[in-house]
């Protein structure tokens, strides 16, 4: 779905902002971008919808590369969210969320319709839609971005810090909120953040970025289990097994299953491992099924299962 192929940015001979860097994202993937500050997170997604022009490497999308796109159709394609928002303040939210779509011609009854649709999705209430970005708090105005990032409906999404502004609770209940749309519509995401537990919680993949390089790109419990280099175990706070139960979220690990009647007690698919361990002592279990943000049993959980995906050098993936 979306591939980069020895990427680079470079301003001047020794700035080098992105140092030819090779990933692929896989189509309903979310990857996480995660890196300190200036290693060339931004410079890399930005590079993806073509705001910055690479100076060396190959980046493709649906297979074609970037540069034989129509820069109107490739943008359609890429929805992109900042920490900013960028909010035109002097229209209203249903035409902020149906703006590219006025653009593209859309009629007027068919664009209220898809804003509508869209507001309901990203769980406000209709009245909001005529209401102006002033009138918002952050968090409302942070996923009403969202909703104009979907209203074309592109495959790929590039998000970057896009709940770095935002308090703690808001933040993470707008991480649920995304993972539980991202769980029906299956974009391909690339999520860019400095908050490791983010990082972790949000990607089914993540990117570690040093300098303009890739450290490591892996599933979040490959960082643990088989970190690249000495950076990679510092960045992640520890490779320890408690560290790495406060970090992981259960469908990482989770073995699949399917239930037609919900038993009893489950555990979410987005809690931590930690949580999960909680929930097994008190329930006095070997064993708990898991489900998804409808409800529905995907998975199974136990010690076991946990134990032998903290395994170390177990099931690293080669990148
Ligand atoms: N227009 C520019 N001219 C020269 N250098 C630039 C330019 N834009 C970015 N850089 C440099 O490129 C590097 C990567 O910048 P980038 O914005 O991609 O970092 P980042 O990882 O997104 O950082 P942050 O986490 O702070 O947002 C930085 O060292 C930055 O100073
Ligand atoms: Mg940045």
């Not at 500050?37 to 490497?57: H, Y």
């Not at 409302?140 to 209203?151: C, M, N, S």
């Not at 097994?241 to 970090?247: D, K, N, S, V």
């Not at 989770?254 to 491992?273: F, N, V, Y």
Request: charged share 25%; with cysteine.
């Amino acid at each position: 779905m979306l591939s980069l192929q020895q990427v680079g940015k470079s301003y001047s001979a020794d700035v080098v902002a992105v140092d030819e860097i090779s990933l692929d994202v896989a189509r309903g993937e979310l990857l996480t971008l995660i890196g300190p500050s200036g290693c060339g997170k931004t410079t890399v997604l930005r590079m993806i919808n073509r705001l910055i022009e690479p100076t060396s490497g190959k980046i493709f999308v649906h297979g074609r590369e970037i540069r034989e796109w129509d820069p109107i159709e490739l943008r359609r394609s890429i929805g992109y969210v900042i920490q900013q928002v960028g909010l035109f303040p002097h229209l209203t939210v249903e035409q902020n969320i149906a703006y590219v779509l006025r653009i593209t011609g859309m009629s007027v009854k068919k664009r209220q319709a898809r804003a509508a649709e869209l507001i309901s999705l990203i769980g406000l209430d209709k009245f909001h839609l005529n209401r102006y970005p002033a009138e918002l708090s952050g968090g409302q105005a942070q996923r009403v971005g969202f909703a104009r990032a979907l209203a074309s409906d592109p495959d790929v999404i590039l998000m970057d810090e896009p709940f770095g502004a935002l308090d703690q609770i808001t933040r993470l209940q707008l991480q649920d909120e995304l993972l539980r749309i991202q769980q029906q519509l299956k974009k391909t995401i690339v999520f860019v953040t400095h908050d490791i537990q983010e990082a972790m919680k949000m990607g089914d993949k993540i990117a570690l970025m040093r300098s303009g390089s890739l450290v490591q790109l892996g599933r979040p419990v490959d960082f643990f289990n088989c970190p690249a280099d000495e950076f990679v175990t510092d960045f992640i706070g520890g490779s320890d097994f408690f560290r790495l139960l406060e970090l992981i979220p259960v469908h990482q690990v989770m073995e699949e299953a399917s239930l037609k009647k919900t038993p009893g007690a489950t555990l979410t698919r987005d809690m931590t491992l930690a949580e999960a361990m909680r929930l097994l002592f008190r329930q006095n279990k070997q064993q708990i099924y898991v489900t998804d943000c409808d409800g529905k049993v995907t998975g199974l959980l136990s010690m076991d299962i946990i134990r032998r995906a903290a395994a170390a050098g177990s099931g690293c993936t080669e990148e």
